[in-house]
């Protein structure tokens, strides 16, 4: 018979495929940080401690509260231990805290913050897309509104078919600095996207709405693709209001 780790009677869940325990540590800390669990100014347990009490090694903890603390969510200091930072230093478009405020029940406003941050990026990038898109990116976008509808959003194809044409605009637009935000915008239009179906299917389906900014970029119609885009937003807003009212 498997004998049952203690971290496993703490609820600390199993590493993922190919996921070191560190990993896994660190999620289950990130989790617990984002939930209010630990709450900014809080001490986590001590290394022995936390180590004894998991059944982990001293090495591996260490090495989550360094992935913890390159993301914003706690310092460690000598003599003081390691606390949880203020709010203000998380680093909250990290994909991984992302993924975590999600698993963690993220709040409305939170939410809400998101779909704001997105209709500030992404109807500039997509006029910046129509001006600058290549055949291949063309061909990118295409290809990923095939595979959307084929699938659908309620399966991981789908949704990471979705995550490709949101990059596809993104890269047409050939600005380094706002590429650089790809990760965090597609993470943001995945989690928000498995959010909204956890009670119940999608409202409607929004391909027609890809399709069209889609078109925009492919004609080459900035203003065009600009307000396609933020309608697409608005109304991905709207279905995952509806999922909180649920």
């Known amino acids: 018979m498997r004998r049952v780790s203690d ?26 940080i984002l939930s209010g669990l630990h709450a900014p100014g809080a001490v986590l347990p001590g290394e022995i401690e936390f180590s004894e009490q998991l059944g982990i090694s001293r090495t591996a903890y260490r090495e989550a509260v360094r992935i ?17 930072s203020a709010r203000s230093r998380w680093n909250l478009l990290d ?8 698993e963690a029940e993220p709040s409305e ?13 992404e109807p500039a990038a997509a006029a910046l897309a129509a001006e600058r898109r290549s055949s291949v990116d063309i061909a990118r976008m295409g290809h990923a509104l095939e595979e959307m509808a084929r699938y659908g959003l309620a399966v991981p194809e789908g ?3 979705d995550r490709a044409f949101h ?10 600095p706002l590429l650089s935000l790809s990760s965090s915008i597609v993470a943001a239009v995945t989690w928000t996207t498995i959010y909204k179906q956890r009670l119940r299917a999608l409202p409607r389906n929004p ?6 900014v889609y078109e925009a970029i492919v004609a080459g119609d900035s203003e065009g693709a600009r307000e396609t885009m933020s309608v697409l937003i608005r109304l991905a807003l709207a279905d995952t209001e509806m999922s909180m009212q649920a």
């Open 7 to 32: 971290g496993e009677r703490m609820g600390l869940p199993p590493p993922a495929p190919g996921q070191r325990i560190h990993g896994s540590v660190a999620r289950t800390l990130g989790i617990a």
């Open 167 to 176: 990059h596809a605009v993104l890269e047409a637009t050939r600005n380094a």
């Open 159 to 161: 949704r990471a078919a």
């Open 109 to 121: 406003t939170f939410i809400r913050d998101l779909f704001e941050l997105r209709q500030i990026v």
């Open 207 to 212: 391909l027609p709405d890809h399709r069209a």
């Open 68 to 84: 913890l603390s390159a993301k914003g969510l706690v310092e460690s200091r000598p003599k003081t231990g390691t606390r949880v």
């Open 95 to 102: 994909p991984d805290i992302l993924a975590w405020a999600f």
